[in-house]
Nanobody
């Protein structure tokens, strides 16, 4: 079974930076797509970024393009989300997710989820 765990959330001022990490217990024989989603109170779950370890370039949501960067280690055991130029609108619970298959921006396509980490951006 695949287990995911997020860390790195916290409180940061607008314009600041934060880096989230996601560890996975996935088996090395499987090719996974891993992704970040976020959800604020009263809002739908929003796609942030996704990464595949099969040589596919990353995919970003429009709201974070140019500000956030997704990356992973060569073994595919850890995924990162580097968040820069943070805005109050970025405040949300950020979730790490994973699936077999290609990049996908729909949360319904993902099979495994972490418990989430809170990111709060103050003015």
């Amino acid at each position: 079974q695949v287990q995911l765990g997020e860390s790195g959330g916290g409180l940061v001022q607008a314009g600041g930076s934060l880096r989230l990490s996601c560890s996975t217990s996935r088996r090395t024989g499987n090719i996974y797509t891993m992704a970040w989603f976020r959800q604020a109170p009263g809002k739908e779950r929003e796609f942030v970024a996704a990464l595949n370890w099969g040589g596919i370039r990353p995919l970003y949501g429009d709201s974070v393009k140019g500000r956030f960067s997704i990356s992973g280690d060569s073994a595919g055991n850890t995924m990162y989300l580097e968040m820069n130029s943070l805005k109050p609108e970025d405040t949300a619970v950020y979730y790490c997710s994973a699936r077999r298959g290609p990049l996908n921006s729909s949360w319904q396509a993902y099979d495994y989820w972490g418990q989430g980490t809170q990111v709060t951006v103050s003015l």
